[in-house]
């Protein structure tokens, strides 16, 4: 806890709380939330594209299948070329023959606005048509090329962690990467995350070279990490990564919009003046085979069982100082763990940490899903946690009957989780338990629920994303609402928010 200059504690109001950035993105919006209606593909030549909005000045693979018939099975039989018109306004960029019925064109449209395709054959009286409306992506265009034998081998059996080569373009650059998917009960979804280590020397304009993409697909609104992110990042003085939507395509057709979240890493010590060298840092985020007893912070039998748990990701102490935390200073008795604590774990920024995470419902941190960090080597050597995959929040919980994919809305959980016995955190449950630091997180909550958790702040985030990300969003092929319920999902959150602050400060 931060002492004053005479040894009290510090007030509430003068804890270094940052100012919070509203600088948003720009944006031109784009209109109501519908897809624009366009003709069905047509005839006996099916063009298949990944979507039927596509972006302008990007590359869209589109499948070809030559029929027997409209509607009839693929002419197996069929070796030739064909002719695609695309318009005035579209660059046929390239075309792979028919083979055995099956071919693809790759095009770029130039101009917003419609753009009716045409296909035939010579001498073959089989045409074709599909109709797509281009727009100007407001997000990034993210594309990852990668062999479709790579790409299969990867999805095989996604509990294994195989990584294979692949090409990132970002901003017009292309970067040699290795790839394999990120997550861990997500690698079961129908839209994945990816993971991304660039080769030996590169590195993204913003000097990272380890990149997460993620899809959010168990929250039907793609919104609850990137808030509660924001919320972090804004509301308190704790490193918290960045995140911000990307427009991502795979072999040059449409994947669906994914958040590009920074990675806990070098890169992000490094940017926030942490020093990655001498640090030590855990990542809790436990393989199935430890979810029990999963990152409760609670001693555990083996040094092996502590290394299956807590990830290792910084750090020469060999997990002796996670250790001496858990199995010595958490075990003290009451009156003396009261006056030691703060000298161990820096406890007013971990009131903080629980202050957010009882604000936006987040239960899901209790034994998973956040960093541990601490420098040995500095002044203040004293722990922080960090958060991390925030997802399970603003009213989206786990069930026992549904589990991560519930679509219940749950606002009045208690504000604070974790307290033992039962499902616990024991850092959290004991620093609970001292009175003084109970008052004061109730302090710390109610101050940020004041200042930063408030209709407006979520709203001016919300609005601005579905402002940029609209025609991104309506053309998803992957997203888990589809386009008729995707905003009462996003309302949704803005009801929580409303009732989760009326229900905290009420207290």
């Given amino acids: 806890m931060e002492p004053a200059s005479d040894g009290a504690e510090v007030p509430v109001a003068e804890l270094p709380w940052p100012e919070p950035d509203n600088e948003l993105p720009p944006c031109d919006p784009w209109g109501d939330f519908e897809e624009p209606e366009v003709a069905p593909a047509a005839g006996a030549i099916y063009l298949d594209l990944s979507a039927t909005m596509q972006p302008v000045m990007v590359d869209e693979r589109i499948l070809v299948e030559v029929r027997t018939a409209e509607m009839g099975p693929v002419d197996t039989t069929l070796h030739t070329t064909f002719e695609l018109d695309a318009g005035a306004d579209a660059t046929v960029v390239g075309k792979v023959d028919i083979v055995g019925g099956r071919g693809e064109a790759v095009v770029r449209f130039h101009k917003p606005g419609r753009h009716v395709l045409s296909a035939s054959l010579p001498g073959d009286a089989r045409t074709g048509t599909a109709e797509v409306v281009a727009y100007r992506s407001q997000l990034p265009v993210w594309s990852m090329s990668i062999a479709q034998i790579d790409l299969d081998r ?14 990132l373009a970002v901003a017009g650059e292309s970067y040699e990467t290795q790839v394999r998917l990120h997550g861990g009960s997500s690698r079961g979804y129908e839209k994945l ?125 060999e997990y002796a100082d996670l250790i001496e935390l858990i199995e010595e200073t958490l075990q003290l008795p009451d009156p003396e763990f009261a006056e030691v604590i703060d000298q161990v774990v820096n406890v007013d920024a971990y009131l903080v940490y629980m202050a957010v995470m009882g604000l936006i419902q987040n239960r899901d941190q209790v034994k998973k899903n956040y960093y541990l960090y601490r420098d040995p080597s500095a002044v203040d050597d004293r722990w922080i946690v960090l958060p991390w995959d925030l997802d399970l929040s603003f009213g989206h919980l786990w069930t026992e009957e549904n589990d991560v994919l519930d679509e219940g809305l749950f606002t009045m959980e208690p504000v604070v989780a974790g307290l033992c016995p039962g499902f616990c955190n024991q850092l959290t449950s004991r620093i609970y338990g001292v009175p003084r630091f109970e008052r004061r997180f109730y302090e710390i909550l109610k101050h940020i629920a004041q200042e930063s958790f408030t209709e407006d702040f979520f709203d001016a985030r919300i609005d601005n994303f579905i402002c940029r990300a609209t025609p991104d969003i309506l053309a998803d092929p992957l997203k888990r609402a589809d386009n008729a319920e995707y905003l009462d999902r996003v309302d949704e959150i803005r009801l929580f928010v409303k009732q989760r602050r009326a229900y905290a400060l009420g207290r």
């Fill in 154 to 167: 990867m999805l095989v059996d996604v509990r294994q962690r195989i990584k294979v080569e692949a090409e």
């Fill in 193 to 317: 995350s990816f993971r991304f280590d660039l080769g030996e020397g590169l590195m993204l304009p913003d000097t990272h070279d380890h990149i997460i993409v993620r899809s959010e697909w168990n929250d039907k609104a793609m919104l609850r990490n990137h808030l509660g992110l924001e919320l972090f990042r804004n509301a308190t003085w704790l490193p918290t990564p960045n995140a911000e939507p990307v427009h991502f395509r795979i072999n040059q057709r449409y994947y669906g919009v994914m958040w590009r979240v920074e990675r806990i890493g070098g890169d992000f010590l490094r940017l926030r003046g942490l020093n990655k060298d001498t640090a030590s840092m855990y990542e809790a985020d436990p393989p199935r085979e430890c979810w029990v007893p999963g990152g409760g912070l609670v001693p555990l039998e083996s040094f092996e069982e502590y290394q299956c748990v807590y990830d290792q990701k910084k750090g020469e102490l």
